[in-house]
């Protein structure tokens, strides 16, 4: 399977592409609707219910209690379906909305590369007035949320 990378790259300051797509409950959800609200951390992840993906959504699980004390909201995306995305939320009892790229449109909006089926562990944090505060392009799954509150708590 070939990797393909977008040419867009992203980088702090950029206004993070507007995307819709649906969620976990089959609700449609838009960048645009957290605009002037909230933080985002819009996570790219290869595949629900793998054990990278499920270390890295437990721990935002884990620690959703304090992404909302810094008024910043979880997204996952992945290629996945809705409802493999409705098994995974089940099975972990995930608290955040995932969301299906099925067509790989949010992907490749965002440059991040796809092998295959599967989109690389990259991570946007996007401010309240919709720009990128932060591309991550190298996440250890382990420690991506403890990292995440670190840096959110240095831009409070």
């Given at each position: 399977m070939s990797e393909t990378l977008s040419?867009?790259?992203?980088k702090t300051g950029?206004?993070?592409p507007d995307f819709t797509a649906v969620a976990t409950?089959?609700?449609n959800i838009s960048l645009h609707d957290f605009r002037g609200k909230s933080n985002v951390i819009l996570y790219f992840y290869p595949e629900d219910m793998t054990s990278g993906c499920?270390?890295?959504a437990c721990n935002f699980r884990d620690d959703i209690a304090q992404y909302k004390a810094a008024n910043t909201v979880v997204l996952g995306v992945s290629k996945d379906t809705r409802e493999k995305h409705q098994q995974f939320t089940e099975k972990?009892?995930?608290n955040f909305p995932l969301l299906a790229d099925t067509s790989g449109a949010i992907c490749e909006a965002y440059g991040v590369p796809v092998n295959g089926h599967q989109p690389k562990r990259w991570?946007?944090?996007i401010g309240k007035d919709g720009k990128?505060?932060?591309a991550y392009r190298s996440v250890d799954a382990r420690t991506?949320?403890?990292e995440l509150l670190r840096d959110l708590s240095s831009l409070q």
């Open positions: 040419s867009t790259e992203l950029d206004m993070a409950d089959g609700s499920t270390v890295e972990d009892r995930l991570t946007f944090l990128i505060l932060k991506h949320s403890a």
